[in-house]
């Protein structure tokens, strides 16, 4: 397999800061990319966790708190 024929991931893209906010009275996980707040298929899948109650908000914040972060 040739490394040139990899999708090459755009640096705009990453990190990705992600927060809890509230939607409708409920806390979701969203992140923030290219200047707006979208839900991404990690942020799908952790709000389905929220909402069976498999995972709790405080974990949720954990995550985030592990998270990198962009320096300027």
């Given amino acids: 397999m040739e490394?040139?024929?990899l999708a090459k991931i755009?640096?705009?893209n990453f990190p990705r800061?992600?927060?809890?906010?509230?939607?409708?009275?409920v806390q979701k996980l969203a992140c923030f990319l290219n200047e707006?707040?979208?839900i991404d298929s990690t942020c799908?899948?952790?709000?389905?966790l929220?909402?069976?109650g498999t995972v709790?908000?405080?974990?949720?914040?954990?995550?985030?708190a592990m998270q990198p972060t962009v320096s300027h």
């Fill in 44 to 48: 799908k899948s952790i709000n389905e």
């Fill in 10 to 12: 755009q640096e705009k």
């Fill in 17 to 25: 800061r992600y927060a809890l906010i509230s939607v409708k009275g």
């Fill in 56 to 64: 709790g908000e405080e974990a949720v914040k954990g995550w985030i």
């Fill in 3 to 5: 490394l040139g024929k």
């Fill in 50 to 52: 929220l909402e069976q």
């Fill in 36 to 38: 707006e707040w979208i």
